[in-house]
């Protein structure tokens, strides 16, 4: 118990001071404890690089599971592209001279303003990444047994598009008897898709169906200048030979709708990389305008233009 105060009378400012300076000190009272959450804080801080870490592998994960973002718009279209057949996919006699004119191929023509808009011309159209890249396999006189070869060239040349047209010279023999074979026919067309299927990876195909000989001759066999053409020239002797007879014609008739069909049905076994034209090109009916002047046979211009046309269509809608 501390000292009494001193009385009343005998208080000065001297004596409070003294007696306040021996009273008890009151003392501040201490912080609460907190060990308990400083302990829980410096835990959370120490767990926070963890956190860091499985929150990025989460993200990284996110990533790699999101779908790829669309490709550009070109990408569905090959930067590369062959054309295999004969002397129609050449341009042979199409303008103005004898023999082989590339430039105006339907298939890879480059022949600036001649009208025919190639398949090549318009791909680059699409994607330039297809310059410089067409390369015509074709071969003047070339019969359906050389397309497995041309076929092996363009897998060779790892390209991603190949166009087909061919047949006319299995159906133009030198008489109705000695066209190709249906068998034969059938081997050699399956043989050069097999070839092409086996590329990886795999191109895309077109084949086309084969012109309607019949509609040549209808067109052109009472014009004096074709059937003199087509006797100096021995042009399709099978089909187009003056002294044919009606069944003779309809033989040649019979065998191109066969060949058309194992075209068709070839393409279709091979379905995820080939399109048939449903027999488009057969259908057409061209006239004197599209058969070139210089042999009363081949494709003119405006028919090289128009065949561009009707296989494009073909080829390429709804892709």
Request: charged share 20%; aromatic share 8%.
């Amino acid at each position: 118990m501390g000292p009494a105060p001193p009385s009343p009378r005998k208080l000065s400012q001297g004596t409070l001071a003294a007696w306040a300076h021996r009273l008890p000190r009151k003392r501040k009272s201490a912080p609460p404890f907190r060990r308990g959450a400083d302990f829980r804080f410096n835990r959370a801080v120490g767990k926070l690089p963890r956190f860091l870490s499985l929150l990025l592998l989460l993200i990284l994960v996110t990533l790699a599971a999101a779908p790829t973002p669309p490709s550009p718009p070109d990408a569905a279209y090959p930067n590369s592209m062959a054309a295999l057949g004969d002397s129609m996919t050449r341009a042979f006699n199409a303008c103005c001279r004898q023999g082989d004119q590339l430039p105006h191929s339907w298939s890879t023509g480059d022949g600036p303003s001649d009208g025919v808009t190639s398949h090549y011309e318009r791909l680059l159209q699409l994607t330039p990444h297809i310059r410089g890249n067409s390369f015509n396999e074709a071969r003047s006189g070339a019969t359906v047994s050389d397309l497995p070869r041309q076929a092996a060239v363009a897998a060779g040349r790892q390209v991603q598009y190949v166009t087909i047209l061919i047949g006319a010279n299995d159906l133009c023999a030198p008489s109705a008897d000695s066209m190709t074979s249906v068998e034969d026919f059938t081997i050699s067309v399956n043989q050069a898709l097999a070839v092409l299927d086996s590329m990886r990876p795999r191109p895309q195909v077109f084949v086309s169906s084969i012109p309607d000989l019949h509609q040549l001759w209808n067109v052109l066999h009472t014009d004096p200048t074709a059937q003199s053409v087509w006797s100096a020239g021995q042009v399709c002797q099978s089909m187009l030979a003056a002294g044919n007879t009606g069944e003779t014609r309809r033989q040649v008739v019979e065998r191109e709708k066969a060949f058309n069909s194992i075209l068709a049905a070839a393409c279709g076994s091979y379905r995820e990389i080939c399109r048939h034209d449903g027999g488009a090109v057969y259908s057409y009916p061209f006239s004197a305008a599209d058969v070139s002047v210089l042999d009363y046979f081949h494709p003119s211009m405006l028919g090289q233009a128009r065949l561009a046309g009707i296989t494009w269509d073909a080829a390429w809608e709804d892709r």
